[in-house]
C-alpha cells in the first residue's frame, strides 16, 4: 500500500482521481456500500465506496463498527451529501475487527447511537473514538500547545518541578505518601512511630500538591518562569470540578506585583482560549450543537443564556471583573439571596472562606462575566502571600469562571524575610526543614508573583463539559483508578 495520508488534509484536497490510501476506524458501513472512516485527525470522517469487485463477501462482513480498515482508491468528488470528497476504493485491508453482534461475549460497545457520558466513562479506554471525545482530547491538545506557545514567546523558562516531595507545607491539602515499606511490616522507631529513616529516601515523602515553591526558587534565577505538571491531592472530595491527580500550570515571575500578576493570568486565558477558537474550530463547534441539543430537554428556566461558542467569545472579548474580597463580602451579604436564604452556606461576617455557590453567583448573577477576587484574610490563605498593611489581608488573587468557579489561585509572594518566619511560626510551619525555601529571601530576594491554573478546570471550560472526569483521559477520583 502506498503513504497514508490523514483525512484532515484529504478533506481539504481537490479531488483529482489521484490514488490516496486513508488507515482509521470504521464509524459506520451502509449499504454494504459506504464506509465512514475517521483517522482522529478531525472530527469529520471520510466515506469510502466499495463494491463486490473489490470486497469479497468474507470481507465485507468483517467492515463493522470499530473495526480497523485500511483503504485505497480514486480521491472524487463526492455525489452524498456533507462531504466534498470521497474515496472510490480499488482495494481494502482489515488490520483489525471488531465483533459487532452485542449477542456474543466481547463484542465492541461503541455501537453507532448515542451514548451517555456515564456509560462512557466506564469505558473510558474506548471512548476517545466517539466524537464527543475525539474533539475534547484535541481541544486538551491544542490548549496544552497554546500554553506553551504563551510562554515561549515570552520568554519563560520551563521548569521541571519534582513530582515526589519531602516537603509538606504549601497545605494545599491531603497529600498522598510515597514509600517502599511493607505497610503490613513497616519498621517502628523507639517512639512507636513508622521510622522513616529506613524508607527509600530516608525520610517520609509524598506526591506534589503544587511546584510552585521550587518554580520560587527558579524564577530568583531566570527572572520568569512556569511549570505545567500532574499534581496530587487526597481530598476526599468527590464533586465535578475535583481529580486526585491533575494538571496544573504555575507561573512564576521576579519583579511582578498582584496588578502585573493579574495582567498576565487575563492575557493567558484570553490567548489560549483564542488559540483553541482558531484551531479546532468544527470540534468547538460540534461540543457547541451537543449541548444545544440536550439543552432542548431542559425546561427553558434551566437554559443557558449563552451557548457556548458565546461564551468562549464573551470571555475573551471583556475584561475580567476585578473586586477585593471586602467587596465581595458585602455584596453577597447584601444580595437577594443571601436574604432569602437561597445560600447552603448563609454569608453574614467578613472573614468566612468562600464557597463556590457564592463564587458562583458573584460571576453568573452579580456581575455576569468572570472576575478576579483579590485580598483575601490572610487565615484563608497560604502562608507564602504577601501581607498588607491593614495586617488583616494578603496579596491573593482568585480568578472565578462561569460554571466553573475557581480556575486560577495566586498571589504576590511575601518577600520579606521576617514577615514570612513570623508568618510561618504563626502557622506552625516546619522553619529548619524549609531552609532551602528562606533562602530565596535571604540572598537577593525581590518582589515576585505567581499563580496556578487548573488545567483541567480550563479543558472543563473551553470544551463546555460539566464533569472533570470527561476532560482527563483516566480520571482519578475517591475509590477509582481504573486503567
Ligand atoms: P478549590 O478551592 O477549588 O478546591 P484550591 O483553592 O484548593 O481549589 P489551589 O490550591 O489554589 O486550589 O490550586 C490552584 C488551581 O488548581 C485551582 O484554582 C484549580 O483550578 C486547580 N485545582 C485545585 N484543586 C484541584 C483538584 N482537586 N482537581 C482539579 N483542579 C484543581
Ligand atoms: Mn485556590
Known sequence: MQKRTKIKELLLTEPTEQLVTVKGWVRTFRNNQFIAINDGSTINNIQAVVNAEVADEATMKRITPGSCVGVTGKLIASQGKGQKVEVAVTSIEIYGDAESDISKPNSYPLQPKAHSLEFLREIAHLRFRTNTFGAIFRVRHSLAYAVHKFFNDKGFVYMHTPIITASDAEGAGEMFKVTTLDINKAPLNEAGEIDFKQDFFGKATNLTVSGQLEGELAAMAFGEVYTFGPTFRAENSNTTRHLAEFWMIEPEMAFFDLNDNMDLAEELLHYVIRYALEHNKEDIEFLNQRLLDEEKNKPQTERSEMSLLEKLQFCIDNKFERVTYTEAISILRESNHN???????????????????????????????PVILTDYPKDIKAFYMRQNDDGKTVRAMDILFPGIGEIVGGSQREERLELLETRM??????????????????????????????????????????????????????KSAEF
Open 339 to 369: 436574604k432569602k436564604k437561597k445560600f447552603q452556606y448563609l454569608v453574614n461576617e467578613w472573614g468566612v472562606d468562600l464557597q463556590s455557590e457564592h463564587e458562583r453567583y458573584l460571576v453568573e448573577k452579580h456581575f455576569k462575566k
Open 425 to 478: 511560626k504563626e502557622m506552625h510551619l516546619p522553619i529548619e526543614e524549609m531552609y532551602w525555601y528562606l533562602d530565596t529571601r535571604r540572598f537577593g530576594a525581590c518582589p515576585h508573583a505567581g499563580f496556578g491554573l487548573g488545567f483541567e478546570r480550563l479543558v472543563l471550560f473551553v470544551t463546555g463539559m460539566t464533569n472533570i472526569r470527561d476532560v482527563i483521559a483516566f480520571p482519578r477520583t475517591p
